[in-house]
């Protein structure tokens, strides 16, 4: 995908956001990213082990990157855009191979929308296919979504609030049409998906001020495998003078 649209719409400079909050957290997220990995691995543990893929893949924080490497003959790792750390350090892993898509497919064609299109209704615009710039070889035997269920849409609305004016309906089916694809994507039976879905605000005497629902479609299922609350911002810096945590909740085969 065109990495100057990827730069309009606030992809770079939001992947150094999230490792700069992960360092200023300093340690915050360690109950977390322990959690995230010890559920992957439980998942794959019975799974068929010729290849795997990872959606939202990011800076590897929250991946057992060594020991899928060592479980599978292919991994797969999937994200709109790798730091060029993590391509770095990639090449010490010959099994391993990153992949760069916009698997929500509307990326491109939203930046086109609000360029051309910004009094069009968002139910005209189409999706394109996520998996045209996957190597044809693509067919994982398990396949992981990584916390990004609920991050899919939210640089892409950011963008088009900016620029457009549409009715919190619309962008609500809009949000829940992504998550719904994205879901669809994953294989039955053979995926985990993991993802925040509620933000819960504190102030700083750490009293509750506000929930939010992050996720607009069904989830795979009525009750989760596992949940915990990610402690995601204590420093107030996200939500001015707030103190974020989010609900995890995390299922496999389903």
């Not at 060594?66 to 479980?71: S, V």
């Not at 968002?122 to 070889?137: G, I, R, V």
């Not at 849409?153 to 950011?158: A, E, F, Q, V």
């Amino acid at each position: 995908m065109n990495k100057k649209i990827l730069r309009k719409l606030g992809f770079k400079s939001d992947q150094e956001g999230i490792i700069n909050r992960y360092i200023n957290e300093d340690g915050g997220w360690e109950s977390h990213l322990k959690n995230t990995k010890d559920f992957i691995l439980k998942a794959v543990e019975n799974s068929e082990k010729s290849s795997v893929a990872v959606f939202g893949s990011g800076w590897w924080l929250d991946l057992p990157t060594e020991e899928l490497c060592k479980m599978f003959d292919k991994v797969y790792f999937v994200d709109i855009l790798h730091p060029s750390q993590i391509k770095k350090k990639a090449l010490d892993y010959k099994n391993l191979t990153l992949i760069e898509a916009d698997i929500t497919g509307f990326a491109e064609n939203l930046y086109f929308h609000v360029k051309k299109n910004k009094n069009k209704s968002l139910s005209e615009l189409e999706a394109k296919n996520p998996f045209a710039d996957f190597p044809s070889d693509y067919f994982p035997d398990f396949t992981i979504s990584l916390n990004i269920l609920n991050q899919l849409d939210i640089l892409l609305l950011s963008y088009l609030e900016k620029k457009c004016n549409y009715e919190k309906n619309e962008i609500d089916n809009f949000r829940k049409r992504i998550q719904e694809n994205h879901i669809k994507m994953l294989p039955a039976s053979k995926s985990c998906l993991i993802s925040d879905c509620v933000e819960i605000n504190y102030d700083k005497d750490n009293n509750k001020t506000a929930e939010k629902d992050l996720i607009y479609t069904e989830l795979p299922a009525k009750k989760a495998d596992k949940e915990w609350i990610w402690n995601f911002d204590t420093s107030g810096k996200y939500r001015e003078g707030l103190k974020i945590r989010f609900l995890v909740k995390a299922f496999s085969s389903f």
